[in-house]
């Protein structure tokens, strides 16, 4: 029988599959892992992806967790190839691409893209940001392995107070291996009673001034820069253009309960206005603030756009 299409996916540019919350890495102020054992059941997931494309959705996320602990991984990417998804990305922390077979084994089963999980260029401070001694070295031998591949490579780079002080060198580290493209993720310390977390999410001064200095190397070495949950108000008028919304993604979440939601309602994206909110010109399409942001720091440093 035909899968129909869904009304969430009519509008979406982008399909993600949350697979499970297993992971093989215990990173700061991820609490994927922690899940329990719920998991996106492989059917299922080749359903979604179905309706998607019956809703003309022609990118497909797979994520979780970490999606390289699923054995039928190179089974759903070759499931998507075959259903005609234009892009095929997996979002993963890059450990088991150190092993060649593997690697491999993706690439041929139509791996188009990669994101890549990020900590720093300083191989002590990545492995203890993820709690794994030798990942650093396993996810810089995975991209020696992929130097003469085709694939598009992306990482997704966690902004802590410890991560900050070297983000210009961990953008030319990466840099240097591959990835043309950085997204920067502001450390969430939401839902969680690690009394540490709101304590590792930087100051909105430090943050500024790392972006700036992020936003220099990736005009000298042509690379693509954009930031997650830094609201256009949180940033000087120069930084602006670096600020994505959740929105802009276009992006249908499946999670391991096999609910599908849009990225933006997730409240990891922000939602937390202010009374002062109302009167940015901004306001359209502005996540807002996250909650634990404003626990952390206080509202001062969000004040409203006037109108141009």
């Known amino acids: 029988m035909r899968s129909q299409p869904l009304p969430i996916f009519r509008q979406a540019r982008w399909l993600e599959l949350s697979l499970d919350y297993r992971c093989n890495l215990r990173c700061l102020g991820c609490r994927a892992c922690l899940g329990g054992d719920e998991a996106l059941p492989t059917e299922r997931a080749l359903l979604r992806m179905k309706q998607a494309r019956a809703s ?5 996320w797979l994520g979780g967790g970490e999606p390289t602990l699923r054995p039928e991984l190179p089974s759903l990417l070759r499931a ?3 259903l005609g ?12 691409l150190a092993y060649a077979p593997y690697r491999q084994a993706l690439l041929d089963a ?15 401070l990545h492995d203890g940001l993820c709690a794994s001694p030798g990942a650093h070295a396993l996810l810089d031998q995975a991209l020696a392995g992929l130097a003469d591949s085709s694939l598009s490579l992306a990482g997704d780079l966690l902004l802590t107070r410890r991560t900050l002080p070297g983000l210009s060198a961990t953008l030319r580290h990466y840099a ?10 502001l450390l969430s310390a939401q839902d969680t009673d690690d009394p540490s977390l709101p304590g590792e999410i930087p100051s909105p001064g430090a943050l500024v001034a790392a972006l700036r200095a992020a936003a220099e190397v990736a005009a000298e070495l042509s690379l693509a820069l954009e930031s997650l949950h830094t609201p256009w108000c949180l940033l000087p008028e120069d930084l602006r253009g670096l600020f994505r919304p959740a929105a802009d993604w276009g992006l249908v979440v499946v999670d391991p309960s096999d609910r599908p939601f849009s990225l933006e309602d ?10 002062d909110c109302e009167r940015c010109a901004r306001r359209a399409g502005c996540p807002g603030p996250r909650k634990d942001y404003l626990a952390a720091h206080g509202p001062e440093a969000f004040r409203p756009i006037a109108p141009s």
């Open 80 to 82: 998507a190839r075959s």
């Open 110 to 124: 139509g791996l188009t893209s990669l994101r890549l999980n990020l900590k720093s260029a300083d191989a002590a």
């Open 176 to 185: 240097e291996r591959g990835v043309r493209a950085f997204s920067f993720w």
């Open 56 to 60: 003309g959705v022609q990118r497909l």
């Open 266 to 275: 997730s409240p990891m994206e922000g939602g937390a206005y202010l009374p």
């Open 85 to 96: 998804f234009r892009e095929r990305l997996v979002q993963t922390n890059g450990v088991r």
